[in-house]
């Protein structure tokens, strides 16, 4: 008898796990598998490896274009396709089933960078002197200064952080350490938290970010972000905006590129060209201004 799809994910699951990947990479991966067994179940089809075949991915494929976003269809593609790629390193499969089905092309589509009014009324929003203010302002300034990923934020422990000398250490995907750097103000933010953090029924755990029910998770930071914004009347806001705004601020006041990557955590340059596509206009005609050639002869 074929094998279950989903049975082999948990098996697959234990495997991203032991390569380091990040448990939000884990669970868009898992969820691949997941949406192609109950779409085959839909169909009357036992969601097997039998069943996990070129012309039945294609058609499911289709029907995901047919219902989302090139986002959401590529993000499906992306977790099927490593999926069958470790069935056949594992020899569960004997060819893959998914080489050469390309992905849908994403348009370009610049992720709109957060205005210092913005900013200013998020932080105006946690503004108050209850615990869950003081931790989502130190939260916030984290983001903007540091350009977090959430998953990053959330590993964060009190040993990692330096307020001496204005430094974390944060460690990134795939297991990668790195140093990040934050401002005077995020000091302060940081320290009044953790004073407030001594007081806590949880403050004997290495988690430096604390919530009710013990260290927050991404998914609680997600939706502490998105409430901030709604009362700020910044809507459908999650974290990763903050680190598109991150990354414009700091190619618009002349960093250069080679330190952004560094400092993201980035191994591709594409993700140079993604992230700095909300400043490429700006710069391009900040730098068209300076020059102003014709005013020089």
């Known amino acids: 008898m074929s094998a279950d799809l989903q049975a082999l ?4 699951a234990r495997h991203l796990k032991a390569e380091g990947k990040a448990e939000r990479t884990r669970t868009l991966y898992l969820q691949s598998v997941r949406f192609y067994s109950r779409w085959l179940e839909g169909r009357g089809v036992a969601p097997t490896l039998d069943a996990l075949t070129r012309d039945n991915v294609r058609e499911w494929l289709a029907y995901l274009s047919d219902h989302h976003r090139p986002a959401t269809v590529k993000t499906r593609h992306r977790g099927l ?23 849908p092309t994403l348009p370009a589509e610049p992720v709109p960078v957060l205005t210092d009014e913005q ?35 959330c590993g964060l422990t009190v040993e990692a952080v330096d307020l001496d000398n204005e430094y974390a250490l944060v460690r990134g995907k795939g297991g990668k350490v790195r140093p990040v750097y934050f401002s005077a103000r995020t000091v302060a933010a940081l320290d009044r938290y953790l004073r407030r953090r001594r007081e806590h029924r949880y403050a004997g755990l290495l988690a430096l970010f604390l919530s009710q029910r013990g260290e927050m998770t991404p998914d609680g930071v997600r939706e502490r972000v998105k409430v901030l914004g709604e009362k700020a009347g910044v809507p459908d806001l999650h974290p990763h905006r903050f680190r598109h705004t991150w990354a414009h601020d700091f ?7 080679r330190d952004l990557k560094r400092l993201a955590g980035w191994t591709s340059d594409a993700m140079l060209e993604r992230y700095g596509a909300s400043a490429a206009d700006a710069r391009a005609r900040a730098a068209a201004q300076r020059l102003r050639r014709g005013d020089r002869v």
């Open 9 to 12: 994910g948990v098996s697959f």
């Open 81 to 103: 396709f490593r999926f069958c790629r470790w069935l056949v390193e594992e020899g569960e499969l004997e060819k893959h089933p998914m080489q050469n089905l390309a992905p």
């Open 119 to 153: 900013l200013a009324a998020l932080l105006k929003a946690a503004g108050g002197r209850t615990f869950e203010d003081v931790r989502d302002t130190a939260m916030m300034r984290l983001f903007l200064d540091c350009g977090l990923r959430v998953s990053e934020l």
């Open 251 to 257: 190619l618009m006041s002349g960093g250069q590129e």
